[in-house]
């Protein structure tokens, strides 16, 4: 990845969690629901492979059908950069932040290697309330 394309990357990011948490924290801002006590977000942001937006798809696909049936899912947001689309943020929010990790521990490998093998490069951004 260029440096360019990284600090597109981060700034693109940075827009991203300011407007999550803008969103998040100011009831009647926009269509988000004010946050829950106790949510987080988890942020992602991931440069998809030349040549693999199709697997990109099916394999991200398969992996938030798993995460989406687990106790304390409560939505995922995806978005792609509109200068480069093969730049895609992901935003999953979860009840708990213990619910967040007990469904990353019960991800099957196969599920989480089928997907970052479709990934050129990707930055976890953490999570927020």
């Known amino acids: 990845m260029s440096m360019s394309r990284r600090a597109?990357?981060?700034?693109?990011m940075l827009l991203c969690l300011g407007m999550l948490t803008a969103c998040a924290t100011q009831p009647g801002v926009g269509h988000a629901a004010p946050a829950r006590e106790g949510e987080v977000v988890e942020v992602m942001a991931y440069a998809v492979k030349p040549g693999m937006e199709r697997q990109f798809e099916e394999a991200r696909s398969a992996m938030f059908t798993?995460?989406?049936?687990?106790?304390?899912?409560?939505?995922?947001?995806?978005?792609k950069d509109l200068k480069d689309p093969k730049i895609q943020v992901d935003s999953s929010v979860?009840?708990?932040?213990?619910?967040?990790?007990?469904?990353?521990?019960?991800?099957?490998?196969?599920?989480?290697?089928?997907?970052?093998g479709t990934v050129g490069e990707w930055k976890y951004f953490g999570l927020i309330r």
């Open 8 to 12: 597109m990357l981060n700034a693109g």
């Open 66 to 79: 798993f995460l989406k049936k687990q106790p304390g899912f409560v939505s995922v947001a995806s978005r």
């Open 94 to 116: 979860w009840a708990s932040r213990e619910q967040y990790a007990a469904a990353g521990a019960a991800l099957p490998d196969s599920l989480r290697s089928s997907f970052m």
